[in-house]
Structure formats: C-alpha cells, structure tokens
C-alpha cells in the first residue's frame, strides 16, 4: 500500500471547503492522509485537526453525539485506505473516507490553480503528493507545468539550477561540477517510485530540452560527466581534421572511455560539438577552461591520438600547431619575399588568433608582437620603390616623407618584436630575422638620408615636401591661426619624442580621451599627412632643435647657450609675435607645469584664457630616455601624466592641440657601444662627436657643414646615421645622430572629436581618422612607385637609372597593364561630383576620400546593407575592424546624422541611402 500523502492545513481548508459546498448533517470528515494536530478557521467556523493512529484511536476520539457542536472535526487517517466500520461512517460527513484529488492537492503544493495536462497522473506527481522531496517554492502564475516541476524537483534533489537547462550544453557544464550522479542512481534502483520517476525525467529530458540532454543525464548518473567533457574536444577536432584513419582510432577509443554511451554519444555529436554549445559546456573561468583542455590533451596523447589535437581550434595541441604555423610561414617569407608569402603570414596570424585559448594562454603585448611579425612581413614586402630624385638632396624629402607617413609604425613594431617570448622556437627565430631584415633594410634608408641631408644644408633647406623645424611657426603655427576664422592653439613641444612614440600617443588619445588629427593643412600641401614633415637641426642636440623652433631660425650659437633663453625667443619669435602681440603669455617650462597633482594655476589660467597661442615644453619622455635599457616603454600603453591634465585643459579652453617635437630619438636596446670613439679629450655624446680640421668621419658617420654648431675649438662635428650605434654606453633611448628616426620629428594638429560640432562653420577643425599604413592594419596592397614632386628639377642627363638596390622587390606593374576597375555604381558618381560632398571631404587626403567612395560603393551595390563579415570580406579588412572602417566613413555624416551605420545586434552594415540622398542633393 503507498503511504498515505501528509496533508497541510492549507490543503485541508481547501478540501473542508469543498466537501461543504453541500449541506451534511455532520460536521465530522474523515480524510486519508497524514498530517499534524492543530485548527484552522473556515468560514468564520472553527475546525480541529486530528491525527488518528487505528480505528481504536478514532473511536476514542469521536465526540458523543450529544456532546457535538457547532465547531467542526477533521480526522486524518492513513491505516485504512477506503472503507470504514459502518457505525463509525455513518456519523461523517458523507458517509464515508474522503480522498483529496491528486490534482488539487498538487495545485496546493505550488501554490497554483490548475495544472498541465497529464501531470497530475504522473509518476512526478506521485512523488511530490507522498512528501518524497522537500515541499518546493511557490510558482509564478496560475498553472504549474511539467517544465516548473521538473526544475523543482531537481533542484530539491540534485541541486540542479534552473539554468542548467535552457540547453544540453549546460547542463553538461552543470554536470561536470557535481559528481553526485552515481549516489542518486543508486537511490533510483532500490525504489520502484523513483524508477519510474526516473524514466519519465528521461523522455521529458529528450521532449523538452534535446536528445542530447538525455544522454548527458545518463553520463552524469554513471560519473562519466568528466569524461564526456574531455572527449568532446576530440570529436570536434576530428570533424576539423577530416581524416578517415584518425576519426577510426578515435572511433575505437569511445568504447573504452564510454562504457554504454559511446554509440549514443556519436548521435548527439554533432549537438555537443557545434561551436557554441561546446563554448557553454566548457569552464568560463580561464583557470578552470585551461585545466580541461590540458585534461582532453593528455587524453589524447595518452592513446596515441596526440597528432589530432593539432587541428583542433581548442585544444592546446592546435595553439602550438598554429604558432609553428605562423613562424614557417614568417620564415617561407624571408625565404622568398614575395607579395603572396606575406598575405600567407597574414592568414596564418589570423588562422592562429582565431584559436578558442589564444587570449588565454598568451597576453596582450605577445599577441602585439605577432601582429608585428605580420606587418613588418608586410611592410617588407609592399614598401614603396623610391622614383629617381631630380636632385641630389631630394631624397632627404622623399624619405623624410615616407618615415613620417609609416617610419614610426614600422619602429613600433620593430619595438613589439623584440618583446615576443614564450613562443614557439620556430616563430622566435622568425621574429628575429624579421627584425633584422627591417633593421638592414632600413639602415640603407637612414644612410641615403643623413647623406642627402648634409646636401640639403648645402643647398639652403630648399622647402620643397619638408618643412625645417625652425620654419613651423611661420608654416603652420601662424596659418593656423591667422585666418579669418578665430581659433586658438597649445603647442606642446614634447622634449625627444620620436615617431613611434607620437604613433603610440595618437593610439592611445584616440581610444582613451578620443583626440586625433583635425582636417586643416596648409595651403599647397598635398601628402597623406595633414602636415609636411618636419626636420630638426643637425645635430639633433635640444639646446639646438628646440632653441631653432621656438626662435624661429636656426642659429649655430644655440649650442652653446643651453634651453633657458627659450622662452625669450618665443616672445621674439617674429611670425608668432605678429599674432599675439606684446602681452603674449610666456612660454611654459618644466618648473611651471605642475603644482603637485594638477596643472600649475598661471599655465591653466593661459590655456582657459583668449591668447590665440600658449606653448608649453613637456619633458617625460626626454627624461624616460635617460632611463635603464632594459625597460621597454610603450605610450600607447602607459599614460605621459603631464600631457593627460594638458588635454584636459585644452578640451575646457576649446584648444587644438599642436603636438611637436624638437627631435627624436633611437632606442638603446637596439645599439652596441663603440671603441676609441670619444678618447682624448674629444667633445661628443652618444651620437656624435667633434673633428679637427683634418679628420674624416668613420662609414657610419656623416660630417656636418662647418656653418652647423661645433664646440670651440673643434672643426666640424661628425653625428652617426646607423641608428644601432653609439659612441658610448647609453641609456634606454639616445639623440644627436642624422637617422630618420632622430631628424624627422613629429607635428599633429589633434582635438577633441567634439570639437568641429563646438565650430561648425570651420572645416579645418573637423575630426579625422589618424591615416595608418595599410600593413599595419593588416590590409595587404600594391606596391607603388611615388611619382617625383612637379617642382623638382629634372636631372640634367636621360641616362637610365640604376636600380635602387636597396628595395625589397621591384615596382609593381604600370597602370596600363592592370586589368580596367569596375564602374562606379551611378550613385557614387553623382555623390563624387556634388559640391557639397567636395566641400565635405575638403582637407582630407584624396586617397582618403577614394577609399570611402569605394567602402560606400560595396554597400550601394549590395542594395544598401551587407552583414558584417561579407562587408569585411569585401572591404579587405578583418571582422573587428569593420567598427573602424564605418567611423573612418563617418566624414560623409551631417547635421548629427550617420549616413553609414554598424548595426551591432544585427551585426550589419547599412547605408542611409535617403539621407546621404537629400543632404547631398544627389539626382537619382
């Protein structure tokens, strides 16, 4: 007989109350069932509850008749399943037992008002009625379904949360951190109940939340929930391999590893192994995600299976496959240096960081350096053949041209790859003849310009695609200002930063404040910066540079008179003083920047005030080259503290920001020191020295003209190109030499991006991407031969010129043996000729704006809206970049309107055909 249910006072109300819809002539009811002594109140009537333990016990307990009242009984009774003495049923209610209805009392358990269809005659439903598990929580509505019951009981039981099944990989996860399945398989077999509660749980399981869910129930009852979880891993690397052999012996293996499941395991495979359900059933901690891979690896190892991992995108086995991968391919390439060994770098850097534990097992600054050893692939491999000069200093322009527009990317990830460690040995050495190819690669550069720069002193510092240091106040400063429309400036003239180290300022200000490049150029300037390049004076001293830019002219004396007259010649500075006048604020220095943690009061006082100009001198990086070698700064990582509050004044004071340099510098990790350089009582530092009359520099020297500065006494001074030498020990970075990376100093014009919205009737002010090469975003493309400047000279004899030897790869193939692009879509056309859109793009680069036509060109031709990936492809850009691209092309926006939007949920990318229509006054 099964036990009779324990009735609660709120079911025994409930019943009472249906039992006296009708009138009885007693007020005494018997129910089957369980349950405590007590009282409740029913209609204003009080009844009592009483617990009977035989028929004895009822008898005794049933009131005289002469003694009943008004107050009601119930009697509970569960040694007698239906039918009582005749004289006792005569005196109840009825006649006779009631039975509380399974389905009401079941309802009363959760506190519902009806139920599922076919739960109340279940197996489940029995189980909670017999009080087999603790009473569950109230439901939310007014019908309990299977589903609620369900999670009910397995949470009472098993501790199973709710969450575990929303899906068969959850509760996977769930099932591999609780190893109480055997213990309540166990229960299960020594009770016919729960026998049969457990074979409803599994067609339930299999209805409701997958086949796949059933078998992992199963797995987890025999403790091989663990198990199945590192076996996982290897069913999906067996698909990725596709390998007849490989996918037997793994085949061969299950039975062992899954006593009784490995044939149903394999009909649920392809549930368990899909990308996402495997993602959800595997630990989301990175401790506990490496420990199970680790565990799947060594299984596999373990039968012999070690060379399956290797296609895995999970397994560690696949991440080291990938690393060799990426260091072959690096290393294929500098084997033939071709343009499509480059594109494989690329896709085998993307093949490996679309691995499932890279971002787990290698930090942020490795991942860097392998980027690096992509771009540096391609730099090599698409880096622009130099056209013949038309004169002999020319190429000191061309090539201070072109390290200004990439020379400090390509430093920066010549900086990234010395970092790479705890990689594979095949990409270390990888890394490392890369890095040396770009160092020789380079030397030639910097050899060729410090030689055509001596020319270009020579020559009088012909203006021509360079601007000399000392000519920006009256190139840049003043034009900038002196318009017709009011604007003011903050020169921070940042003591020693080179090119890479203003790459990585812009990096990090575009991301953390949101500054970057402005549109204005000067007048004539056509070059994919905003700006020409600037070139310090030799030698690339800071009393000389800075003193030469804040006087405006380049005075040999400034050697020897230190920095202090500085802010002297700023007020004399002649185009600078035609603009301020004479109550110019003086020029900020070191001591007068800070006042411990914030900006000193006078200096953010000039910059909140009306003077079209204040210059501030910033000393930290200057000060980080004086520190030890073996600490490696990267700016687009660490913060210049004094640069930070700048900004934040400049951004209350509505200033563009001018960010210059006097000079830059060569990292001193990369440089050996040399012999008997500065012996005898020889002047020098660690990239120069001074000559008597009849010396001659060394190879890796260059003499400068006698009308440069020289210490008394001494003839000429002699200063290094090869930026991987130095005359003396030195610290982490070392100035003074004639390399690119020390004479071709920065100068951006950046602001705030919500900064043009704040001027809306001055173009120059609006925001612009910062123009990174295409190989540093990973963007393969031809290799060009830049055309020669139309105000050169043209050399006096048509001989044919020699093949530069110092180029990786020759040029590639003219114009005319190009296949012929598609057509514009007529759109594009029309939007290309508009003069509002001319008026748009004014002062952004050409091939800046003709990569936003082409961008607008796919979406238009995809009907005005492509997913994100196919907009990717098409662009030839990667997934993440796509935010990017659609910023890049928010030049075309107006009036607070996108014309191009990345639609994040969707993960599309649409184009606002009506809008770009009507602003642009566009004639379809």
């Not at 009483?50 to 509970?76: I, K, M």
């Not at 790859?417 to 990409?427: N, P, Q, S, V």
Request: net charge neutral.
């Amino acid at each position: 007989m099964m036990e009779a249910p324990f009735l609660t006072v709120s079911e025994l109300r409930q019943e009472v109350e249906r039992i006296f819809r009708r009138d009885h002539r007693s007020r005494l009811v018997a129910l089957y069932g369980r349950g405590e002594a007590g009282e409740f109140e029913l209609g204003g009537d009080r009844w009592r509850v009483v617990p009977t333990r035989c028929e004895l016990d009822l008898r005794e307990r049933l009131p005289r008749p002469a003694d009943e009242a008004s107050d009601g009984s119930v009697f509970l009774i569960d040694w007698v399943p239906d039918v009582l003495p005749l004289d006792v049923a005569c005196r109840l209610a009825g006649g006779r037992l009631y039975h509380v209805a399974r389905d009401a009392r079941l309802a009363a358990l959760f506190g519902a008002r009806q139920l599922e269809q076919g739960l109340a005659g279940s197996a489940l439903a029995k189980l909670f009625l017999a009080g087999g598990v603790a009473p569950p929580r109230k439901v939310q509505g007014l019908q309990l379904t299977h589903r609620v019951a369900w999670m009910s009981l397995l949470e009472a039981r098993v501790r199973l949360p709710e969450t575990a099944l929303a899906s068969p990989a959850l509760l996977l996860a769930w099932a591999a951190s609780n190893d109480g399945g055997p213990a309540f398989a166990r229960q299960v077999e020594n009770d016919d109940l729960w026998r049969n509660v457990r074979r409803e749980l599994s067609e339930w399981l299999r209805a409701d939340v997958g086949e796949a869910a059933d078998v992992v129930w199963r797995a987890w009852e025999r403790g091989l929930a663990v198990r199945l979880l590192e076996v996982l891993p290897l069913l999906e690397a067996s698909g990725a391999a596709g390998d007849p052999f490989v996918a037997g012996q793994l085949a061969g293996q299950l039975a062992a590893w899954l006593p009784d499941l490995s044939a149903a395991v394999r009909g649920v495979e392809s549930v368990l192994v899909q990308r996402g359900s495997l993602d959800a059933a595997l630990p989301a901690d990175r401790a506990g995600l490496l420990v199970a891979l680790d565990r799947s690896q060594a299984l596999a190892e373990s039968a012999g299976l070690g060379s399956l991992t290797m296609a895995s995108r999970r397994l560690p086995g696949g991440h080291r496959a990938r690393e060799r991968d990426l260091g072959r391919a690096a290393q294929a390439f500098l084997d033939d240096p071709s343009h499509e060994r480059a594109a494989g770098v690329v896709a085998a850097l993307g093949a490996l960081e679309a691995h499932a534990l890279d971002t787990h097992v290698r930090p942020e600054d490795h991942r860097s350096a392998r980027r690096s050893v992509a771009r540096i692939a391609l730099w090599l491999a698409h880096r622009e053949a130099r056209a013949p000069s038309g004169t002999r200093w020319q190429p000191a322009v061309d090539l201070a041209r072109q390290y200004a527009e990439e020379g400090g990317y390509v430093e920066w990830a010549r900086q990234q790859l010395r970092g790479l460690r705890a990689a594979e040995e095949t990409l270390i050495s990888a890394a490392r003849k890369l890095e040396l190819e770009a160092a020789r690669v380079q030397s030639d550069d910097h050899r060729t310009f410090a030689e055509a720069y001596v020319r270009w002193l020579a020559s009088d510092k012909p203006g021509v695609g360079a601007t000399p240091i000392e000519n920006v106040g009256k190139q840049v400063i003043a034009p900038f200002l002196g318009g017709d429309r009011p604007r003011r400036l903050l020169v921070v003239l940042m003591d020693g930063m080179s090119h890479a180290a203003a790459a990585q300022l812009v990096t990090r200000l575009s991301i953390a404040r949101r500054w970057g490049p402005i549109a204005w150029r000067p007048d004539g300037w056509e070059g994919v910066l905003p700006l020409p390049p600037v070139l310090a004076v030799a030698p690339t001293l800071t009393e000389i540079s800075r003193g030469a830019f804040f006087a405006g002219k380049a005075d040999p004396r400034f050697g020897d008179e230190g920095t202090d007259k500085d802010p002297a010649r700023w007020k004399a500075h002649r185009a600078v003083a035609r603009l301020l006048g004479e109550d110019a604020p003086p020029l900020f220095v070191r001591r007068d920047i800070l006042s411990g943690h914030d900006l000193a009061t006078d200096l953010r006082d000039a910059i909140e005030g009306t003077c079209p100009a204040v210059a501030v001198v910033v000393n930290a990086i200057d000060e980080d080259l004086k520190g030890s070698v073996q600490v490696a700064i990267d700016y687009s990582l660490a913060p210049v503290l004094p640069l930070e509050a700048l900004l934040t004044a400049a951004e209350e004071g509505e200033r563009v920001v001018l960010l210059v340099a006097d000079h830059g510098h060569v990292l001193g990790d990369g440089t050996r020191p040399l012999e008997g350089r500065l012996g005898k009582g020889r002047p020098g530092g660690a990239r120069w020295r001074a000559l008597a009359a009849d010396e001659m520099p060394e190879p890796d020297e260059v003499a400068l003209p006698r009308t440069c500065w020289s210490p008394r006494g001494w003839d000429r001074v002699a200063v290094l190109w090869d930026p991987t030498v130095v005359n003396r020990a030195t610290s982490y970075g070392a100035h003074g030499g004639l390399s690119l990376a020390e004479a071709v100093a920065p100068a951006i014009l950046i602001a705030p991006d919500w900064l043009e919205r704040a001027a809306p009737n001055d173009p120059g002010l609006a925001a612009r991407p910062s123009p990174t090469p295409d190989w540093w975003e990973l963007r393969a493309r031809r290799a060009t031969v830049r055309p020669e400047p139309t105000s050169a000279a043209k050399p006096a004899s048509a001989a044919k010129p020699t093949p530069d030897q110092t180029v990786l790869f020759a040029p590639a193939p003219t114009e005319s043996a190009a296949p012929a692009a598609p057509a514009a879509p007529a759109l594009i056309v029309a939007l290309s000729r508009s003069s509002v859109f001319q008026n748009q793009v004014a002062g952004l680069p050409a091939a800046e704006a003709e990569r936003v036509l082409l961008w607008l060109s796919i979406l238009v031709e995809a009907g005005g809206s492509l997913p994100a990936g196919e907009f990717a492809a098409a662009a030839g850009v990667r997934g993440h970049q796509v935010g990017g691209v659609v910023a890049r092309m928010g030049v075309l926006n107006a009036d607070g309107f996108a014309m191009v939007e990345h639609d994040h949920v969707g993960r599309r990318v649409v184009l606002q055909r009506s809008r770009l229509v009507q602003h642009y006054g566009i004639k379809e």
